[in-house]
């Protein structure tokens, strides 16, 4: 089976840098991806990891760690915008077909 | 069109009715996906398409069914609806010969049963 975990909601204020976990168990596990979702809107991609170690999009850097399990979303330098939910999704490969598994997202408040 | 859309926008539907949600994407995708969201959830995967012709089920299939006549068309079709489907459905699309690929969503559809 499939199973993902992170965290429910995370506050933090303008500026600062926050960290959002994500630890699975899936069969098939092929990478991890990262996805924002603000309210009312559809998810948009983020970043993808497939190997081990740390992948940087400007602000947003999302690192992945295959023999933990585990991977986490790091924002830094916060903007009121970043409110929003992110999902973590693991991509399984199935009889060479890639399906998707999602987290139940993170809901991160930014504060003034 | 540029990108993925869906069709309606919003429904409020008779429990026991017949419903169809379309998704039209112009990005020559080979993959499409159904997922519905519901509060306090992530996505979770109804049907996939990996190419046009054949369908899949994902995690939530009962209820649902799916076809794919051609690459850029993949409609979603509730044959009873009962209240336990209202829901918000996003539609997705990949490039599915990128096993790294990124999804891209529709706006969704937000459906209520009653």
């Known amino acids: 089976g499939q199973s993902l975990e992170q965290p429910s909601e995370v506050t933090a204020v303008e500026g600062a840098i926050v960290q959002i976990n994500c630890t699975y168990q899936t069969s098939g596990f092929y990478g991890l991806s990262w996805y924002q979702q603000h309210d009312g809107g559809a998810p948009t991609f983020l970043s993808y990891n497939a190997l081990d170690g740390l992948e940087e999009t400007g602000r947003f850097s999302s690192f992945l760690s295959r023999s933990d399990s585990y991977g986490y979303l790091l924002l830094q330098e916060l903007q009121m915008k970043d409110s929003a939910s992110y999902f973590c999704?693991?991509?399984?490969?199935?009889?060479?077909?890639?399906?998707?598994?999602f987290g139940s997202g993170t809901k991160l408040n930014v504060k003034p | 069109i540029a990108g993925i859309t869906q069709a309606p926008t919003s429904q409020i539907l008779a429990a026991g009715r017949r419903m169809t949600l379309r998704c039209t994407q112009d990005?020559?995708?080979?993959?499409m996906y159904w997922y519905r969201q519901d509060l306090g959830l992530g996505l979770r995967l109804i049907h996939y398409s990996n190419t046009a012709g054949t369908t899949g089920k994902g995690e939530v299939p009962d209820g649902y069914s799916v076809s794919r006549a051609n690459t850029d068309d993949f409609p979603l079709t509730l044959a009873s609806a009962v209240p336990s489907q209202t829901s918000v459905y996003f539609c997705?699309?990949?490039?599915?010969?990128?096993?790294?690929?990124?999804?891209?969503f529709g706006p969704g559809t937000r459906l209520t049963v009653l």
């Open positions: 999704a693991v991509t399984a490969l199935t009889r060479n077909f890639n399906k998707f598994y």
């Open positions: 997705a699309s990949s490039d599915a010969g990128d096993l790294g690929n990124e999804q891209f």
């Open positions: 990005m020559r995708h080979n993959a």
